[in-house]
């Protein structure tokens, strides 16, 4: 077999991408399920090998601390040969290993209006980078300012969430998802 054959051979693993609150993590799980494939959540992968919650590692060693185990986790799950559903936190498009990684995967965008936005990540106050005391709107339009490029960069497919239900969203994913 050459080399050609050998890349063709790699395992296409499925990853949703998209600023915090647009559903990633409740629609890659139900994803996962429909097809069949296992779930992956890197939130909780870190949270779990950590052993601290989300806002305790930022609060306790920063977030490039947090951001070099988020990459480290993500490069090693993209290395793994059995294909997986793997939800990310919406910054791991911000770091370029990240986003080179992500090239020849599947990577499911995930997109929200702002005003949806704000009404899903006021349901819990576990997101360090929404904390910080500037008002929460700003605060959300400038980060998404910032990080548009980057989710668009890698995006294969982008599906819009707004007033859909979720069992929607998932159709319309399994229907643009490369098989
Ligand atoms: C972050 C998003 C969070 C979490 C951390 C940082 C970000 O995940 O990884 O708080 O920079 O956008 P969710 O997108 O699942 O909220």
Do not use: C, W
Not at 64 to 93: A, C, H, M, P, W
Not at 130 to 155: D, M
């Amino acid at each position: 077999m050459d080399m050609e054959n050998l890349a063709d051979k790699k395992v296409q693993h499925i990853i949703l991408t998209g600023f915090m609150g647009t559903g990633k993590s409740t629609i890659g799980r139900r994803l996962a399920n429909r097809l069949n494939l296992i779930f992956i959540d890197t939130d909780h992968e870190i949270e779990k090998e950590e052993g601290k919650s989300i806002p305790e590692i930022f609060n306790q060693h920063g977030e490039d601390y947090f951001r070099e185990v988020e990459s480290e986790l993500f490069i090693q799950l993209l290395s793994n040969e059995n294909q997986k559903v793997i939800s990310t936190g919406g910054g791991i498009i911000l770091s370029q290993k990240n986003r080179k990684a992500m090239l020849n995967h599947q990577v499911i965008l995930l997109e929200a209006s702002i005003d949806e936005i704000m009404r899903r990540v006021k349901e819990n106050e576990n997101r360090p980078l929404l904390n910080q005391g500037v008002e929460l709107k700003e605060r959300i339009s400038h980060l998404i300012q910032e990080r548009k490029k980057y989710y668009s960069e890698v995006a294969t497919i982008k599906v819009n969430t707004d007033d859909k239900k979720k069992e929607d969203i998932i159709n319309e994913i399994i229907t643009l998802l490369d098989f």
